[in-house]
């Protein structure tokens, strides 16, 4: 696995190529804004920011665009790009509520099928798959408000040490939540993890290699690169596979979405097919949620392009 910074690589995908925006003391204003003055006040911020990318930020906009077209099936127009950036703006700022504890803040509606049900009873170790698509925090919330598994989050290398850098300006108590990819010992972390019954979380919807890994698929009417890296990673430690999808409705409501893609401990059916048909049906799942929650989709460059 890849472990070099993918900063200014140019073989590096477009979303990985691009600088970091944020920096450490402007994270801890507003979490300091959000902790002290309260969501409402901090939701009045919002605004200005959205206004402020809607229009200089160029290739973040032309992108919205590009994918409020397919997955909209007509012209996007202004407010639809302004309601995309400010879903997106709002999930972040929730993220500062979510990581200290403050799912009472929330109306979270979980829809769980029966495997997901049965691996939190049983609290059996599973990888869980995300997109950028809605919020991720949703799931480890929720799992903490009912006392249920543990969640880390699996990552490669420069993406965990960005988000480390942000987990010390929000709550620095989580930064133990997450294994870096790339590492001697990351998949002994992994299945250490799993081992304790431990709730995996992944986004699988990206790779850092662009063109050099993963598989296409027909995704809003056209064809997308998806890495298969986390199924593959999921057949060796033979576990079961959920797509966890939390999708933001609007004021302080969340739906979160657990179901079952696979089992890897599926033995009878071969690998490659076995991993082939776990992510068509990931990504038929997340172009799903994708036209059911149109503004919920976070990936702000050409998806197409990988």
């Known amino acids: ?118 691996m939190i009873v049983s609290r059996q170790g599973c990888i869980m798959l995300g997109a950028h698509l809605g919020s991720f925090e949703i799931a480890r919330a929720f799992a903490d408000e009912i006392d249920g598994p543990s969640a880390s989050v699996v990552m490669y290398e420069e993406n965990a040490r960005k988000l480390n850098s942000v987990l010390k300006a929000i709550n620095p108590d989580l930064t133990q939540k997450v294994i870096a990819l790339g590492r001697v010992d990351s998949m002994l972390k992994v299945e250490q993890a799993l081992q304790r019954g431990e709730f995996i979380g992944i986004l699988a919807d990206r790779g850092l290699e662009q063109g050099r890994a993963g598989t296409k698929w027909d995704f809003l009417g056209e064809p997308a690169r998806f890495p298969s890296g986390p199924l593959r990673m999921a057949y060796m430690l033979k576990c079961p596979v959920l797509l966890m999808v939390g999708v933001y409705r609007g004021g302080n409501r969340y739906d979160l979405y657990l179901e079952e893609l696979v089992d890897m401990g599926n033995t009878e059916v071969p690998r490659n097919e076995l991993i082939r048909q776990a992510q068509q049906r990931y990504v038929a799942r997340i172009e799903h949620y994708c036209r059911e929650a149109p503004y919920n989709w976070f990936n702000f460059y050409d998806f197409w392009k990988q």
Not at 30 to 37: D, F, Q
């Open 1 to 118: 696995m890849q472990t070099r910074n993918a900063i200014g690589d140019k073989t590096a995908p477009e979303w990985a190529a691009k600088p970091e925006r944020s920096n450490t003391l402007a994270i801890r204003f507003i979490v300091w804004v959000a902790l002290t003055l309260g969501r409402p006040v901090a939701r009045l911020f919002l605004y200005p920011i959205c206004l402020y990318f809607l229009l200089f930020a160029g290739e973040a906009r032309k992108a919205s665009r590009h994918y409020l077209h397919k997955v909209l099936g007509r012209e996007p127009r202004i407010a639809d790009g302004f309601r995309h950036i400010h879903t997106f703006a709002s999930t972040i700022l929730d993220r500062v509520f979510l990581l200290n504890g403050r799912i009472d803040k929330f109306d979270v509606r979980p829809h769980l099928d029966e495997a997901a049900q049965r």
